[in-house]
């Protein structure tokens, strides 16, 4: 009876907690105009230096807008462990 007790207070709780008029926050997306793209050349030797050391190059993409577009620009490359199976 006690647990019957508490599942029914603990419905007309959540019940009245979901029409509350509550307004979601607002989120909005916040772009960095300081990031700088990596050039090819720097992208290359990244890449190069990954497989010299017998790991895998992950490239690190962001958008950035550029004349009007937004476009994917690498920002950065890491090495990481190769999968071995």
Do not use: F
């Amino acid at each position: 009876m006690r647990m019957l007790t508490l599942l029914i207070i603990c419905s007309i709780y959540g019940c009245s907690t979901l029409g509350s008029s509550e307004e979601p926050p607002n989120s909005r997306l916040l772009v960095d105009k300081e990031v700088r793209g990596l050039s090819r050349n720097e992208v290359i030797v990244g890449i190069n230096e990954c497989e010299v050391n017998k790991t895998r190059a992950v490239v690190i993409i962001a958008k950035q807008k550029i004349s009007g577009r937004i476009t994917d620009v690498v920002t950065d490359v890491t090495c990481m462990p190769r999968y071995q199976y």
